[in-house]
């Protein structure tokens, strides 16, 4: 049964924004209570404006989720080296497409640039006709070249309209052919990194209850994790003090305390042993504070 549900009332608005290729997209735009607007473009046009802004949130999230992982976690480095085949049924690009495609942008960009010479070619003011002579030979070579090259790059879009942009992997020659990194180390890392992201964010929690900057509480957790520590096996009551140092401020070493008592409640046993986790502070503890309403913000 869900519970400690809480309703947001949002000020949103949306209008249509043609972008400077020509595409028309959806621009929904949230005020906040400051008066800022955040703009956000989307091509769901069907979907209602408070789904809409939902969905485009909810991106949001995701996007940072993946930048905290690639800063904090390196969830994008390279495991292992080696390559796999690829399923002989995958569709990729086409090679020969590839190649008709580069093509037709390089002679496209020449064009262009040849086309821009000839618009900016113009007699002087007082012109002698020697002068006159001269750029009337250079725009004529020049324009020639122009038409010429307009021939080539149509017959190049012609060759690439015919070609298949995607063929499957068994259609390519062997020579052609690639393969993708290895996996199953890579799946394996990573699902170990989202496990410690999730006890991050559990910690994270945690901390929030007395830390009055609500937004520094990641940046709290990490520096714990940074932090030296000392342990202290104790074979006859069966436990393991791990031992924190204590950070530059109080506030900070007030906040761990908590965090200490809170995991030492958990009376975690360490694996591998039969001994029981206790946590604590090196040197007197700090005073003890009083819970923190967090205010009112998203994870």
Not at 20 to 42: D, I
Not at 153 to 180: C, N
Request: aromatic letters at 6%.
């Amino acid at each position: 049964m869900l519970t400690n549900l809480r309703r947001d009332v949002l000020e949103l608005a949306e209008r249509g924004t043609r972008l400077s290729n020509g595409l028309w997209v959806r621009e929904v735009r949230h005020r906040e209570s400051s008066g800022h607007q955040t703009p956000m473009l989307a091509t769901d046009y069907k979907r209602p404006l408070d789904q809409a802004a939902v969905a485009l949130f909810a991106r949001w999230c995701q996007e940072n989720f993946f930048k905290y992982m690639g800063e904090h976690y390196n969830i994008d480095r390279l495991v292992e080296y080696g390559v796999e085949p690829l399923p002989e049924t995958i569709q990729v690009v086409n090679p020969a497409w590839r190649e008709l495609d580069g093509q037709v942008r390089r002679q496209a960009a020449l064009l262009t640039r040849e086309q821009a010479q000839f618009g900016g070619m113009s007699l002087p003011a007082q012109a002698t006709a020697q002068q006159t002579e001269e750029l009337v030979a250079q725009k004529a070579q020049l324009l020639q070249s122009v038409q010429t090259r307009q021939k080539e790059l149509e017959e190049l879009k012609a060759k690439r309209r015919q070609a298949a942009k995607h063929v499957t992997m068994k259609d390519l020659p062997e020579s052609q052919r690639f393969g993708q990194l290895r996996t199953d180390k890579k799946h394996l890392v990573d699902t170990i990194k989202l496990i410690a992201y999730r006890a991050e964010t559990a910690l994270v929690q945690v901390v929030r209850q007395t830390l009055r900057r609500w937004d520094d509480a990641r940046a709290l957790v990490r520096q714990v994790f940074e932090s030296a520590a000392d342990l202290r096996p104790d074979q006859a009551n069966k436990t393991l003090t791990v031992r924190l140092h204590r950070s530059a401020t109080i506030a900070h070493d007030q906040t761990v305390q908590n965090l200490c008592e809170e995991l030492t409640a958990t009376e975690t046993v360490y694996p591998g042993t039969d001994l029981r986790l206790i946590y604590e502070l090196v040197g007197e503890p700090p005073p003890k504070i009083t819970s923190i309403q967090p205010p009112s913000q998203p994870n």
